[in-house]
């Protein structure tokens, strides 16, 4: 595991980076990059209160500050705030106003300021000027005011401003912050998770932003409230329930699951586990925060973010846009910084102190899962498979969609019914980018003559019972989001440690053919591909991605792409096709992933025909060792129920 002076080490590495980027008197840090929707003077402040958040950790729980990262900081907040400055800071407009009148996106870096300044209050605020706290406690409460996004974790923002500023002795008049906490409360899913907006409304947004916005964020207003009582011990307990299900989302190599939006803030993964450990509400046991911590900065180091560079608007070293949002520029990526939260317990806590199982080495951990395991979380709709021998997690996704409007044609970090923590979707700069689409991988899709597939679309209800998980779907018209009249899909996952049987129950219109992809795999080399009879595969970055038709299935084949993979310049997903002759059928496919050189006795050779049984609509898997598990398509949903918890 990686000692604190270690992490200290990388921490300064990154704030001296970043400190190459300043402008405007200190105020802001302008990295090299595509500038965001919100201009260059928001994407400035991004870099500045981002990569404090690094600092404040380092400050609040280090002894001493030889490289005089409070100085530095504190000279910038006074050019932020001083009107004649060339860094000066522009406020924020609420959501009601926007676009008609400025950006929002100040509120966020507000909250991000104020989450940093908790940390390190007696280094920074205590020290800064009377004149330059009195100014910069009214921008804050400019923020701490609005109001914000209404269906997101925004509503978090102004909260922590508000809290922080009362905590300093500075009251906000016409604050709701614990109207917003409130309402992030109602959205609570289960297994610790939130749900990114209201849960009753179209769309599910399951991602990191758990990690590195909803519990942090909480845990700091409870902090700077002073709370205490059954809101807090509940608090508690949903973010150690939160700490033992996430945590199951890394691999062995550090990797997190290659999920949602906002990827390029990469080590803020780690937030949620540090804020559990801060919290007092780390049920993981001593030392294994530390060790997936460790594992994760020592993969992104392996990809080349280290510090010694401004991290890219990308997952590796390279930029790679297709998994960034509008809103990010250049010093948005500097939110990594949440990812060094841990440096803000000192050298005494547990955190750093307590001695561990695992080793020292971050190839070889031992606080890592000593079986095959299959957890399933049936309030997210995810089953999470860990092979014993590869360190691949996979995720089986039938609850996150991020189909927030009713025409939405779908987001690929999303809709896929698989990630993993080695694999990334297929990507484009745009909707008509080929690798999205086409739409291959990681999906069940209707095929018109035309050869244009159909998207997921919303998912409108899910079910779990014993060895699987279960979702269906109206299929949906390419970048229009328009429902396809007459089709809907019911998918079944049956799945064990390391395979997966997907299950499909199709109804479809006439003319209409299906494709089932399998898992993307990437690399900068060639990917190695093939197809037989059934089975198609693709071998590229380490791990082999396979996809066998057992039933309902008629070809195979491999799609092969350039510059459409955040882990690589070229990619491939295999995939099956079939014809529909009736207006209903039942198709069933067996997905694999697994390290390129996975030994035989740890991946047992199955005969995929000799899995399951079909009669009408009803699949029984009969897995190696003898468990057996069935389905009934027919009447998963047979009400058409469109609760995402039924």
Known sequence: ???????????????????????????????????SQSGPVS?????????????????????????????????????????????????????????????????????????????????????????????????????????VWQHNNWLLFPAVVEAFLESVGVPVDGGHGAENVERIDSWYLGDGWYNDGPPAAPGRNLDHYNSWVFQPFLWQWYVLRGESGAR???????????????????????????????????????????????????PLGPG?????????LDYFRRLGVDGAEAPSLGWGAREFLPVVQEYSGPGSAYFAGMGFLGLAAPASHPLWSASASASASTSAPSDTPAEDSVTFLPSLGWAVQRGLGDGIVRVVNHGSDHANYADDPGDPH??????????????????????????????????????????????????????????????RLGASGR?????????????????????????????WSLREGGHAVASDAEVECGADALTAWAVGGGVRSSVSGVFGYEASAVVRYEDANALGRHSAAPYLSAGLSSAESVHVALHVLEAADTAPDTAPDLDPAGLIDVRGNEVTARWPGGSTVSVDLGSLFASGS?????
Request: glycine share 12%; aromatic share 10%; net charge negative.
């Open 288 to 296: 294994v925060v530390r060790g997936i911590a460790g594992r994760t």
């Open 642 to 646: 469109t609760d995402a918890a039924s």
């Open 414 to 475: 999303y809709a896929k019914f698989a990630y993993s923590t080695r694999t990334a979707p297929g990507t484009g700069a745009a909707w008509s980018d080929r690798a999205w689409a086409t739409g291959v991988d990681g999906h069940v899709a209707l095929v018109d003559e035309w050869g244009r597939a159909t998207r997921r679309g919303r998912i409108m209800g899910v079910a779990a019972g014993e060895g699987y998980v279960a979702s269906w779907h109206v299929p």
């Open 43 to 147: 994407d400035g402040m991004e870099g500045f209160a981002r990569s404090f958040l690094i600092a404040a950790a380092r400050l609040g729980g280090g002894e001493g500050d030889p490289l005089g990262h409070a100085e530095w900081y504190a000279e910038g907040l006074a050019a932020a705030v001083d009107p004649a400055s060339g860094g000066f800071w522009p406020r924020a407009v609420g959501f009601e106003d926007w676009p008609h009148a400025g950006i929002t996106q100040s509120a966020v870096e507000a909250a991000n300021l104020a989450f940093g300044l908790a940390l390190c209050r007696e280094q920074v605020w205590d020290q800064l000027p009377d004149p330059v706290r009195e100014r910069l406690a009214d921008w804050l409460a400019h923020h701490a005011r609005l109001r």
């Open 483 to 511: 429902e396809l009249a007459g089709a809907r899909i019911v998918t079944a996952s049956l799945v064990t440690a390391r395979y997966e049987l997907r299950c499909h129950l199709v109804t479809a219109p006439a003319g």
């Open 232 to 282: 807090v011990e509940r608090f508690r307990e949903r973010l150690s329930e939160f700490a033992s299900s996430y945590a199951l989302l890394f691999g062995d190599d550090g990797a997190p699951l290659h999920l949602g939006r906002s990827l390029a803030y990469r080590h803020a993964v780690l937030g949620g586990l540090w804020t559990a450990g801060l919290a007092g509400a780390d």
């Open 1 to 35: 595991m990686f000692s604190r002076a270690e992490w200290e080490a990388e921490a300064d590495r990154w704030l001296l980076t970043a400190r190459k980027h300043a402008v405007g008197g200190g105020a802001l840090i302008c990295p090299p990059g595509p500038v």
